[in-house]
C-alpha cells in the first residue's frame, strides 16, 4: 500500500553523507520523479540532479520548489530547519519533510530543549542556563567536576565540552559567543534513538551507536561522527523501550501542548546510565554518518514513507527493516576534525563498492580531469550489512582498505566488542 499513486519530482537539501544516503535510497522508489539535491557532491551528482540554492534562505528555496514543481522537500541539515525553510515550504503549499521553525528548537536552543525536559520530568542532566559566558564564570569555576560547557545554540558539532578542570570549562566557555548551558556530567554508554513522527503517528526506527572521537580507543578531538553500528548493541529493547515512554513520548506531547507539533525525524542522543536512559541532547534530522547505516537497513519505500510523514499520512505506510547488522566507516581527511587537508587524489573507490558495501560520499569532488578529489573534513562513509557485527565489520573494513588515498584516515576500531 502507497500513499503516492504517481511519481513526484524530489529536492534535497544538503551535500554530506547523510544526504547521499538519502538520494541513494529515494532514487530507487519508482515514485521518485526527477531528483534534485542542492548543493550535493560528487556522489549525489550519480543519482541526482545537482543544483545550487541557498539552502537556509527560506523564500530562495520556496521559489526554487514552486519553480520547478517540486512535489517534496527532504532537508538534510539543522540550518534550513533552524531558519524556518520547512514553515515557508507549508505556507507555499509544498509538502516539506522535517520540522517547524518552532519545532526545530528542540536541536537549535539546548536550553529551550533542557526546561522541556525538566517542565516535563524528562530524565536527563541537571543543568543551569546563562544569557551569556560572562555571566556562568563564577559558576563554572566553583562547578563540582566533570563540568559540562555548551553553547545555547547551533554549533555545528562544536559547542560541547565536558571539562575536567575547571580552567578547561572556563576556557570552552571563553569560546562561547551568546547563551550557554552548563550541565552535571553523566556516565554511561551512548546510543541515537530515532523515531519519525507527522505530529500524530510515530513510527519507531532502529538505533545506532556512533563513534565520535577523530582516533582509536575514543581518544583524540570530538568529530561530527567517525563511525557508526546500527542497531546499538548496549540498547535492548527493554531500554529502548523505556526511553521512548520515558524521553520521546511526553517531548512529542508537550511540543503538541505548546501549539507546536513537532514533525519529521527527532533523534535523540542518549546516555544509558546506571538509573536508565537519560536525554543527552536531541537532533531534528537525521544523523550523519548515522543515515548511512539506517538507509542499508531501510526494506520500505523512504519516497512514499518521507511523502507519508510531510502530509501527515505516516498511519498510512509501511516501515521495514532489514534484521542485519549496518557498520559504517567514515573515511576522512587527515588533520579532521581541526583542520583536514584537502584536494588530494581518492583511488579505486570502485573496487570497495565491487565487494557489496555502499561508499556514500560526504566532502567529494570531481576534478575537471575525472578524478575525485577530497573537498571536506570527512569524505566517504563505507556501508556494509552482516548477519551480526563481525561479519557487518570485516567487509566494511575489507571494502575501506581497498580505496587509495594517501591524505586520508579512519578508525580501525569502529564496532569492535
Ligand atoms: P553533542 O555535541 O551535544 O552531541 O555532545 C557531544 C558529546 O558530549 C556527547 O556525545 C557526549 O559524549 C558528551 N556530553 C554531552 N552532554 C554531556 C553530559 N551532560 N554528560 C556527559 N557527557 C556529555
Ligand atoms: N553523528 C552525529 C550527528 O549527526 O549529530
Not at 563554572?140 to 567536576?145: D, T
Not at 578547561?168 to 530515532?194: K, T, Y
Not at 570530538?222 to 529502548?240: D, E, F, H
Request: aromatic residues 6%; negative net charge; charged residues 20%.
Amino acid at each position: 500500500m502507497s500513499v503516492l499513486t504517481s511519481p513526484i519530482d524530489i529536492l534535497v537539501l544538503g551535500g554530506g553523507g547523510r544526504e547521499h544516503a538519502l538520494c541513494w535510497k529515494l532514487r530507487q522508489s519508482p515514485l521518485t520523479g526527477r531528483l534534485l539535491c542542492a548543493p550535493g557532491n560528487a556522489g549525489i551528482a550519480a543519482v541526482a540532479d545537482c543544483v545550487d540554492l541557498a539552502i537556509t534562505d527560506p523564500a530562495a528555496v520556496t521559489a526554487f520548489a514552486l519553480n520547478h514543481g517540486i512535489g517534496l522537500v527532504v532537508v538534510g541539515p539543522e540550518d534550513p530547519l533552524v531558519a524556518g525553510v520547512v514553515d515557508a515550504l507549508r505556507t507555499a503549499g509544498v509538502p516539506a519533510f522535517g520540522p517547524s521553525a518552532a519545532a526545530a528548537q528542540l536541536e537549535g536552543s539546548k536550553g529551550f530543549t533542557k526546561d522541556l525536559c525538566r517542565a516535563a520530568g524528562i530524565p536527563t542532566a541537571g543543568y543551569r542556563r546563562f544569557a551569556s559566558a560572562a555571566d556562568a564564570h563564577h559558576y563554572v569555576a566553583v562547578h563540582p567536576l566533570p563540568v559540562v560547557v555548551k553553547a545555547d545554540g547551533l554549533a555545528a558539532g562544536k559547542g560541547v565540552t565536558v571539562a575536567d578542570s575547571n580552567e578547561e570549562g572556563l576556557a570552552a566557555l571563553a569560546d562561547i559567543h551568546g547563551a550557554v548551558v552548563i550541565e552535571e556530567a553523566l556516565s554511561g554508554p551512548e546510543a541515537s534513538l530515532f523515531v519519525l513522527t507527522d505530529g500524530k503517528t510515530v513510527s519507531v526506527w532502529p538505533s545506532a551507536q556512533d563513534h565520535k572521537r577523530a582516533f582509536d580507543g575514543d581518544t583524540g578531538p570530538n568529530t561530527g561522527g567517525m563511525g557508526v553500528i546500527s542497531p546499538a548493541p548496549r540498547l535492548t529493547p527493554a531500554l529502548k523501550a523505556r526511553a521512548l515512554t520515558e524521553i520521546i513520548e511526553p517531548t512529542l506531547a508537550a511540543m503538541a501542548a505548546a501549539g507546536t507539533p513537532y514533525t519529521g525525524v527527532l533523534y535523540a542522543g542518549l546516555m544509558l546510565t546506571a538509573d536508565g536512559p537519560k536525554l543527552i541532547e536531541y537532533n531534528c534530522r537525521f544523523g550523519d554518518p548515522e543515515a548511512q547505516a539506517l538507509m542499508l537497513r531501510l526494506d520500505g519505500d523512504l519516497t512514499d514513507i518521507l511523502f507519508a510523514c510531510a502530509t501527515g499520512r505516516l498511519a498510512e505506510v509501511a516501515v521495514d527493516w532489514s534484521p542485519e547488522t549496518a557498520v559504517t566507516i567514515v573515511y576522512a581527511s587527515m588533520g579532521y576534525p581541526l583542520k583536514p587537508i584537502t584536494g588530494t587524489i581518492v583511488d579505486n573507490v570502485e573496487a570497495a563498492e565491487a565487494l557489496g558495501v555502499q561508499v556514500f560520499h560526504a566532502g567529494t569532488k570531481r576534478r575537471a580531469d575525472g578524478a575525485l578529489v577530497a573537498a571536506g573534513g570527512r569524505v566517504l562513509a563505507i556501508s556494509a550489512l552482516g548477519h551480526d557485527i563481525s561479519e557487518a565489520r570485516a567487509l566494511a573494513y575489507a571494502a575501506i582498505r581497498k580505496i587509495r588515498w594517501h591524505g586520508g584516515f579512519f578508525r580501525r576500531d569502529i564496532g569492535k566488542a
